[in-house]
Structure formats: C-alpha cells, structure tokens
T-cell receptor, first 113, second 110 residues
C-alpha cells in the first residue's frame, strides 16, 4: 500500500492564482482531512470529510474549498491564493473517524508570492 | 485556537538519556494522541490514550494522562539519535476533530 499520497511536493504561486492540492489514499478509509502547518502554530484543521459526498469545515476553512467524490481522493482547492496561505499542507486519513489514529501524507509545501 | 501546549518547546539530550515531554490542554477530552514528525516529513502516530486510561506503553515510549490536571507526558527511554524529531500531542474534544499542540523539538546527540 502506498498509504496517503500528496501532489505536488512543492508549489510556488502568485497572489490571485488558483490551484488544487491532490490527496489520495489506498486504505479504503472513510475519514480524510486537510491540515496546514505554520511555524510555531502546530497543525490546524482546514476541512474534513467523513465519507464520499460529505465534507465539513475545520478551524481555518476560509480561502479553501474541498469536495469528496470518491473514497480515495480528497482534493483541496485554493481559488485565489494569498500570501497568508503560504504554509505546509498535510492530508490525513483514518478508518475510524477524526477521533482515532490518523495516517498522514508527506505534505505539500506552498509558497504564495 | 490551540488546545494543547507542549513543554518544553525544545529539548537537547545525549544518546542513552531519557526524554520527557509534557502536554497541557484546556478542556475535557475524549482521547489524547502523540505524533512524531521528522524534519520535512509527515506526522507519524505514536500512541493513543483514552480519557479513562492513566498510562500506556509502546516499546520505549511511555505515556501518562492526568485528566484532573489536564496534562499528559511522553517519556522516551534510552534515547537514540534516530529519535531526533518534533513531537506533538493532539486532543480530541469534539466530534471528528483533532486539535494539535505546537510541538516539542527533540535533539538527541550521539
């Protein structure tokens, strides 16, 4: 199993550009989530999904959209990138919801100029 | 808002020594989890302790939980250079949401 995969590994955007961060898992996990990690801030939950077709907001959802059309994939969209969105983004999945062990991807480092 | 705060923020020890990290949180929890993050990598789950448990072990790891003090500790015994990483506690307070602390950076020197 590849586990949780994320693409791209690194991306540079200009302010106002849009992009999609990809996340996929091959463990048949129902629960998937997106976090951002900033220096000194730990990880903060952006959006999460408890299954295909169901998404909900986390702690810092503004500026981000998500959808969940399949169990495997959970893309994160930035519609109009801002410098404040410069961060490292992690996708995670779990078989037992957000309250149990999370399996993390390797992360996407995003720089918005 | 951060639920958990780790202490110390940074810890430097020699190989073979024990490392202790603490996590304090603000509200009642369902469970508390510890994760490790190597530089530039994703987080790896280490151990989960539920609110009705007081202590758990996994290999060289020992986690304690004191719900009356709203605190947890992670002890790594006989540290190795490979234990060098950042360690995060994460608390579960509400449905489907994990809240992470700011982490402790551990450096284990040979």
């Amino acid at each position: 199993n590849a586990g949780v995969t994320q693409t791209p590994k690194f991306q540079v955007l200009k302010t106002g550009q849009s992009m999609t961060l990809q996340c996929a898992q091959d463990m048949n996990h129902e629960y998937m989530s997106w976090y951002r990690q900033d220096p000194g801030m730990g990880l903060r939950l952006i959006h999460y999904s408890v299954g295909a077709g169901i998404t909900d907001q986390g702690e810092v959802p503004n500026g981000y959209n998500v959808s969940r059309s399949t169990t495997e994939d959970f893309p994160l969209r930035l519609l109009s990138a801002a410098p404040s969105q410069t961060s490292v983004y992690f996708c995670a999945s779990s078989s037992s919801g957000g309250t149990e062990t999370q399996y993390f991807g390797p992360g996407t480092r995003l720089l918005v100029l | 808002s951060q639920q958990g705060e780790e202490d110390p923020q940074a810890l430097s020890i020699q190989e073979g020594e024990n490392a202790t990290m603490n996590c304090s949180y603000k509200t009642s929890i369902n469970n508390l989890q510890w994760y490790r993050q190597n530089s530039g990598r994703g987080l790896v789950h280490l151990i989960l302790i539920r609110s009705n448990e007081r202590e758990k072990h996994s290999g060289r790891l020992r986690v304690t939980l004191d719900t009356s003090k709203k605190s947890s500790s992670l002890l790594i015994t006989a540290s190795r250079a490979a234990d060098t990483a950042s360690y995060f506690c994460a608390t579960v307070t509400g449905f489907q949401k994990l809240v992470f602390g700011t982490g402790t950076r551990l450096l284990v020197s040979p």
